[in-house]
């Protein structure tokens, strides 16, 4: 049983541009959480996602940022524009139906802006 | 709504010698508990857990953390630590029976083992 997958696990983007993160969870899992980890600070919570539906985006930058997870694929964190304050290490965990407690995290994606 | 607070950054320690890493919390409602650790450059390991039951918990690589209801506390130790448990360690709370709700992370503590 595969883990918790997460694509590109590096990627460098120049101010103005997009960035992508994708995120497969484990097999049997309906329910995805992005976190972002900034340098000497822990875990914040970003979004947390059904398949097809956003249930919590409270930790969610108000612009820029946006996420999904569609019926098919993975979930997609989506960074527009991107700022030299997006660079962060971008965690995707995920956990099957009614168990939050059991949250399988992936390897990250580390966001370097240039 | 809840928060933790992990009252060390950076914890050195010599090797075999005991560590204890401390990791306290305030909730509303009852609370899951969980220590995760964070080798450089990689995604995050459950160490262990404290859903119900025995306030002592026994994890892997030798940990094991006690729940304290009436401190709001869960501390994490190792009676001998080695070279290999350098590492960034994060406590983490979750609200008992909200769910699926995301975790509340502490901000980590590092813990450097020295030779």
């Known amino acids: 049983n595969a883990g918790v997958m997460q694509n590109p696990r590096h990627l460098v983007r120049r101010r103005g541009q997009e960035a992508r993160l994708r995120c497969s969870p484990m097999?049997?899992?309906?329910?995805v959480y992005w976190y972002r980890q900034l340098p000497e600070e822990g875990l914040k919570f970003m979004v947390y996602l059904q398949k097809e539906n956003i249930i919590d985006e409270s930790g969610m930058p108000k612009e820029r940022f946006s996420a999904e997870f569609p019926k098919e694929g993975p979930s997609i964190l989506r960074i527009q524009q991107v700022v030299r304050g997006d660079s962060a290490a971008y965690f995707c965990?995920?956990?099957?139906?009614?168990?939050?407690?059991?949250?399988?995290f992936g390897p990250g994606t580390r966001l370097t802006v240039t | 709504a809840q928060s933790v607070t992990q009252l060390d950054s950076q914890v050195p320690v010599f090797e075999e010698a005991p560590v204890e890493l401390r990791c306290n919390y305030s909730s509303s409602v009852s609370v899951y508990l969980f220590w995760y650790v964070q080798y450089p450059n990689q995604g995050l390991q459950l160490l262990l857990k404290?859903?119900?039951?025995?306030?002592l918990v026994k994890g892997i690589n030798g940990f094991e953390a006690e729940f304290n209801k009436s401190q709001t506390s869960f501390h994490l130790r190792k009676p001998s630590v080695h070279i290999s448990d350098t590492a960034e360690y994060f406590c983490a709370v979750n609200g008992r029976n909200s769910g699926n709700t995301p975790l509340v992370f502490g901000k980590g503590t590092r813990l450097s083992v020295i030779a």
């Open positions: 965990a995920s956990s099957p139906p009614g168990n939050s407690y059991e949250q399988y």
């Open positions: 404290y859903l119900s039951g025995s306030t």
């Open positions: 097999k049997g899992h309906s329910h």
